[in-house]
Structure formats: C-alpha cells, structure tokens
C-alpha cells in the first residue's frame, strides 16, 4: 500500500487529511483437489472526516502445490489488485 500512495505521490503520516483502512485476510479452503487452496480478502477504505469516501472488497480462492506456494501467490494477486485499483482512483 506504501509503495502505490508514494507513488501517486502521497505522502504518508499518522495523521493527515485522509485515512487510510486496510485488511488483508487469508484462509484455508478445503476443496477436494490434491492442492493446497486458501481463500483471500482484501478491503480498503479511504476516509475523509470519518466518512468513507473510497471502498474497495476483493476476495479471490489460490491454490498451489505448497502452503507456501498458495500463500505467494495470493500476495502476488493482491499486490496486482492494489496496484490496479489505486492507480484508477
């Protein structure tokens, strides 16, 4: 997320006109496969004076061969979504 605003030119401090909320969520997914799946959530919201100006709720399912190929590339894929959505607003 630090990357993407100071990017945009942002600047970033504890406070500041606006608010910046992030969660990232990861889960297990059991589906009967022979991979590892987890399940991810991604909410951001931006908020000016405590009212939400910008929210956005992504949530996708990975799977790979590992846990830990399965954790990589949800990172992977919620960097791309943060990325891409940002640089629209």
Known sequence: ?????TSMNF???NQG?????????I?????ENRYFNVRWFLTIKILYNNTIIIAIE???RESGISQTEAFSSSY???K???RKK???L
Request: no cysteine; charged share 25%; glycine share 0%.
């Open 1 to 5: 997320m630090e990357n993407a605003l």
């Open 11 to 13: 600047s970033i401090a």
């Open 17 to 25: 006109i606006l608010n910046l909320k992030a969660k990232i969520k």
């Open 27 to 31: 889960e297990k997914s059991d589906l």
């Open 58 to 60: 992504k949530n996708q």
């Open 76 to 78: 992977r894929s919620i």
């Open 80 to 82: 791309n979504i943060i």
């Open 86 to 88: 940002l640089f629209i």
